[in-house]
């Protein structure tokens, strides 16, 4: 039996593999919408199964006559008849693509799959298409016990933009001392929908009664006890866990959205929500959902595999737990690039656990693994996180951010008892911890506390000098120069702790912030230059050696255009 169940794992991890290795073979092979599922891709082109294996498709029947491989003849086929050539689906409407390539266009539609879906000319050709997605599964909501509440938004116009974040207050049921035990969303406009996060607010929180614009939560709202996004049909808590609603818990919540509108629609709009199922006769522990991962992310554009690292140290874990705390559940999230994400758990060093392993992720098809046997983490515990891309259909570099376009690397795990955990985030900005940082920890010698505050004793000549010798926005005047070099010195301006306090900077609504780091940044270019050319002249020996003069102007005319 054991041989059986390996070589069937075996046999599906081959075709998993399969089906990835030839989308490499068709222009933008690993970004082909799904006809009928809006925001979904659908990552075996050439196969009847959105996911890939089994038996092909029109344009996968036409892919295997044609050797597998992209030809002019296969680009310039209309294989699922709709009118449009194989190579306008996919963004080659020229056939010039060659593999490796990136695609002049992306793709727009399936070659495989008749569109318009529902059109008279498609329907009949489109019976095999499955468009509804999996139903969802929570036994313990059929208990008589449990009661269920729908939160919406009223209906909403959503703005003309392609990521748009707004925020809404809700008063959660308080006749009771309850559990939140699951949730399912309510998907008006499928359309934009990308994801929903509910966070527990404070009792003090500002109720924000009609959906507002907002960030990632907010001061007073900062534990997720709910989340959705594409893919997912709902959440059901472990047995032995629930969220803590009503009069012992949370009294109030604020729902997020994700809107995603990349076609710049202004007429949509939405009503979308989620369901809450919760119960009177509670679980022996309360939960929260805590998030790790990176903050930063630089991913360069035609890659096979880009690999990025996260780590919450010992001493990270320190500081946010003040006892042991047990996991229940774990997911994993990247957008459309995402290829690969692990989770580790780490004691003295040690791997001792694997929290998610997941060499197949899909950003269309979310995994939530649950754990039968809880597993344990102390204070003093590392928790790291690798995320692998693949780029190789991108023309630029791609960054950390809120849009499908951008990417994201953070793992969420279900983790009780909430009493034990300070703060439910654990998150690096490349080796730096947020976590020490927004703490005001010393980091690499860095008080941030003092480099941020112009009147402590020990910055404010040198903010003096920035203030009367640099203009922002200007070229570098002679005396801003030497006061630059003098400030490039501090610790908060070295390495990965200086380059994170500029990025925050450049995220700063703070005029005074913004003003400071572009009168700093006037001289960067020139004190580069001086820099080159005395190392140029150090590794000459004599001026017999000296660099050719056309090479320096030649440097000179690169650095500046």
């Not at 599906?12 to 933008?28: C, E, R, V």
């Not at 498709?57 to 044609?66: I, M, Q, R, S, T």
């Not at 290829?339 to 758990?345: C, F, H, K």
Request: glycine share 8%; proline share 6%; aromatic share 10%.
């Amino acid at each position: 039996m054991a041989k059986g169940i390996c070589l069937c794992l075996c046999l599906l991890f081959a075709s998993t593999l399969g089906f990835k290795y030839f989308q490499s073979k068709i222009p933008n092979g690993d970004s082909v919408p799904h006809p009928c599922k809006p925001n979904y891709l659908w990552h075996g082109v050439g196969h009847r199964n959105e996911l890939g294996g089994g038996s092909r498709n029109p344009f996968g029947e036409d892919f295997d006559a044609a050797g597998k491989i992209w030809t002019q003849e296969l680009c310039r086929k209309d294989s699922d008849g709709d009118g449009k050539t194989n190579g306008e689906e996919l963004g080659d409407p020229n056939c010039v693509w060659r593999e490796n390539a990136i695609p002049d266009k992306n793709a727009f539609s399936h070659p495989g799959v008749c569109e318009p879906y529902n059109s008279d000319l498609c329907r009949p050709k489109n019976t095999w298409v499955q468009c509804e997605l999996e139903s969802f599964k929570c036994d313990a909501i059929n208990q008589p016990d449990v009661k269920n509440k729908t939160l919406r938004y009223p209906q909403t116009q959503v703005p003309n933009l392609e990521t748009n974040y707004f925020c809404m207050t809700f008063e959660l049921p308080n006749d009771g001392d309850y559990h939140l035990i699951a949730t399912t969303p309510y998907i008006d406009n499928e359309y934009v929908m990308h994801h929903i996060l509910l966070f527990g607010c404070e009792d003090s929180v500002t109720q924000e009664t009609t959906p507002t614009q907002c960030g990632m939560g907010s001061d007073k709202c900062r534990t997720i006890i709910g989340a959705w996004a594409v893919g997912g049909n709902g959440e059901c808590a472990h047995k032995d866990v629930g969220f803590r609603i009503g009069q012992k818990g949370f009294k109030f919540a604020m729902m997020q959205f994700h809107w995603n509108n990349p076609e710049l629609r202004s007429d949509y709009k939405d009503s979308s929500g989620m369901t809450l199922y919760y119960t009177p006769n509670r679980r022996p522990n309360d939960a929260a959902i805590m998030m790790v991962g990176q903050d930063y992310l630089e991913i360069p554009p035609g890659k096979d595999r880009v690999e990025v690292d996260a780590k919450c140290s010992a001493k990270d874990t320190n500081m946010i737990f003040t006892g042991p705390v047990y996991i229940t559940k774990a997911f994993n999230h990247m957008h459309y690039l995402g290829r690969e994400e692990y989770i580790d758990q780490y004691r003295n060093g040690v791997k001792i656990n694997t929290l998610t392993n997941e060499p197949d992720y899909s950003y269309d098809r979310p995994r939530f693994l649950e754990y039968e046997t809880t597993i344990k983490i102390m204070p003093g515990d590392e928790i790291r996180t690798k995320c692998v891309f693949k780029s190789s259909s991108k023309s630029f570099t791609t960054f950390q951010g809120d849009a499908t376009s951008d990417e994201m690397c953070f793992g969420f795990l279900t983790v009780h008892p909430i009493t034990n955990v300070r703060v439910p985030w654990c998150v690096s900005w490349n080796d730096i911890s947020l976590i020490q940082l927004y703490s005001n920890q010393v980091i690499n010698g860095c008080d941030r506390t003092v480099f941020t505050n112009a009147s402590h004793p020990e910055m404010v000549e040198i903010y003096r000098k920035i203030d009367q010798r640099c203009l922002p926005l200007s070229k570098c005047l002679e005396e801003c120069k030497e006061v630059v070099k003098e400030i490039k010195l501090h610790p908060c301006m070295q390495g990965d702790i200086g380059e994170s306090m500029k990025w925050f900077a450049r995220l700063s609504r703070n005029v005074d912030v913004l003003t400071f780091y572009s009168k700093i940044e006037s001289c960067d270019l020139e004190i580069l230059r001086e820099q080159m050319l005395n190392e140029m002249g150090r590794n000459t020996n004599g001026a017999s050696q000296v660099l050719p003069h056309f090479f320096i102007v030649s440097l000179l005319i690169f650095m500046f255009f």
